[in-house]
């Protein structure tokens, strides 16, 4: 799933650009978008100084030629990786939620994503199946795309991320209910541990109609899990 395409970058730079030369942004603008470039390049920094010390703690020369630029690389892998503890429910919802009489149940299935776990900071991946009921409120579909984004990009552990996903869609819609199944593999039990190539972990959140009513929560779970 990528959210990151050339026109999203172009305007973003444009909306840097025209910050630095309008006008109508005065200095103090110009002093923030300074100091927070600032804060980020160091931060950058000291990932980065961390991640030389762990290479050269395992034994690596990290001077040679495959790893000179690797605590660099890591460092920004990790900041993109974990991206989503700069972003909000409410950044991204902005207008994008309308007035509809509408009040049966939608659903959005399969949305991809991809974290890490903080226990052992190795990924786990799969795929989550999000559904609310409506109350005279509907929101964007890419939206809950992107709420599963921003909670997945931050170290995790998939019961709490099951229930921030639903949460977050709850307290922005007040819909009559919520319901998340996520479905994902863990690299944590794959590649070290116990080593079990083909298990995984299937975890879920039911508020509201989908917690109370048996026949809607047994309609959404036929609905998402139907392969």
């Known amino acids: 799933m990528e959210y990151h395409n050339g026109s999203e970058m172009n305007s973003v730079v444009a909306e840097y650009l025209d910050m630095c030369v309008n006008p109508k942004h005065n200095g103090l603008n110009k002093e923030k978008i300074s100091d927070g470039e600032t804060a980020d390049a160091g931060k950058l920094s000291h990932i980065e100084n961390a ?76 795929k989550a199946h ?41 307290e922005a819609l007040e819909p009559a209910g919520v319901a998340v199944v996520i479905e994902a593999v863990h690299m944590c039990m794959v590649m070290r541990g116990v080593q079990k190539m083909n298990a995984s972990t299937t975890t879920s959140v039911m508020l509201g109609t989908f917690h109370d009513d048996p026949k809607t929560r047994k309609e959404f779970l036929a609905l998402a899990l139907r392969k």
């Open 130 to 170: 999000v559904a609310y009921l409506p109350n005279k409120k509907v929101v964007g579909l890419s939206k809950l795309a992107r709420i599963v984004e921003i909670y997945s990009r931050r170290l995790q552990v998939q019961e709490r991320l099951t229930k921030q996903i639903a949460s977050a869609i709850s």
């Open 51 to 126: 991640y030389t010390t762990i290479l050269s703690e395992l034994g690596e020369d990290v001077s040679r030629e495959g790893l000179a630029r690797t605590p660099l690389r890591a460092a920004k892998a990790m900041q993109f990786l974990t991206k989503g503890y700069k972003e909000t429910t409410q950044d991204i919802l902005n207008d994008a939620i309308f007035d509809e009489n509408h009040d049966e149940m939608v659903i959005v299935k399969d949305i991809e994503l991809f974290s890490l776990c903080e226990h052992h900071l190795v990924p786990f991946f799969g």
